[in-house]
């Protein structure tokens, strides 16, 4: 896999709000905007480096981001089909559990 960097992590967390300003105030990270849509992130930190937090199910880690070309995402999307791995595509992503159930999300990144 030609990959790119880690783009984000994901979270549930059970209190955005205060979830948000632990970041805050803690780590220093900023949200790039603030909303109360459960399963939509709310994602703070720079581009390319980033945390998603979602509210929609129990606390803990959602998924692991991998950035990559939308033909390497390609690639992996037919590979995974040749080894008969189940897969769930949505937009620009394609997401998909390790052997212990942790999900990866790779995604295509624009030019």
């Known amino acids: 896999m030609n990959l790119i960097r880690i783009d984000h992590v994901s979270l549930d967390v059970r209190d955005r709000p205060a979830a ?5 105030d803690v780590l220093g990270l900023r949200p790039h905007a603030r909303h109360d849509v459960p399963d939509q ?8 480096a980033r945390l998603g937090l979602f509210t929609e199910r129990p606390a803990g880690l959602r998924h692991v981001a991998l ?43 624009s030019p």
Not at 20 to 24: F, G, K, L, N, V
Not at 41 to 48: D, E, I, M, Q, R
């Open 20 to 24: 948000i300003a632990w970041y805050e």
């Open 67 to 109: 950035a990559t070309d939308a033909h390497e995402q390609r690639r992996i999307a037919a590979r995974l089909d040749r080894l008969g791995i189940a897969y769930r595509p949505e937009r620009r992503s394609i997401y998909v559990p390790d052997l212990d159930g942790n999900v990866l999300e790779v995604l295509a990144t």
């Open 41 to 48: 992130p709310v994602f703070l930190g720079p581009t390319g």
